[in-house]
Every structure is written in C-alpha cells, then in structure tokens.
C-alpha cells in the first residue's frame, strides 16, 4: 500500500514540475505567434534581431538592417523586443 502511494506522489511531482510548465509554455508561443504582426521587432531563437517585413502562415521576412531581409520560420521568433 505504501509503495502504490509512493507512485501516486511521484507522478503528481512529475506532474506539477514537468508537465504543467511546459504546457503554459506551449500556449504562450503560440499567443505570441498569433499576435505577430509586420513591423513588429523580434528576437529569434538564435538571437537575430530584427523588424518584421513580411509574415505568411510559417514564413517571415525579417529586416535586420535597412535593405537587408533574413527568411525564416515563423516559429522561430522567441519573443517581441519592447523599445
């Protein structure tokens, strides 16, 4: 009996401390990537910055500086860049 509440703990830990944060990271990535817009500024995972020129349903242009557009993948922008 001891052992099956032993279990039961170890997966609600596993619950609280994996799984749930993940989640609520997965639904705010996918707020942000509904939010978008052209002209936005963004960081991409790899850490390039730069202003939205042009956004598809997976693609975007990114002007990282004037005159010079990067494509990528719309999932790749981690966050929005407040001035």
Same mark, same amino acid.
């Given at each position: 009996? $001891?052992a099956?509440?032993?279990m039961?703990?170890?997966?609600?830990?596993?619950?609280? $401390?994996?799984?749930?944060?993940?989640?609520? +990271?997965?639904?705010?990535?996918?707020?942000?990537?509904?939010?978008?817009?052209?002209?936005?500024?963004?960081?991409?995972?790899?850490?390039?910055?730069?202003?939205?020129?042009? $956004?598809?349903?997976?693609?975007?242009? $990114?002007?990282?500086?004037?005159?010079?557009?990067?494509?990528?993948?719309?999932?790749?922008?981690?966050?929005?860049?407040? +001035?």
């Open positions: 009996m $001891l099956l509440i032993w039961i703990l170890m997966a609600c830990a596993f619950y609280a $401390l994996l799984v749930r944060p993940q989640r609520r +990271n997965v639904a705010a990535h996918r707020a942000l990537m509904a939010d978008l817009h052209e002209g936005d500024e963004v960081m991409t995972m790899g850490g390039i910055f730069g202003r939205i020129a042009r $956004l598809d349903d997976e693609t975007i242009d $990114l002007e990282v500086s004037p005159g010079n557009f990067v494509p990528g993948g719309r999932s790749a922008i981690s966050r929005k860049v407040e +001035n």
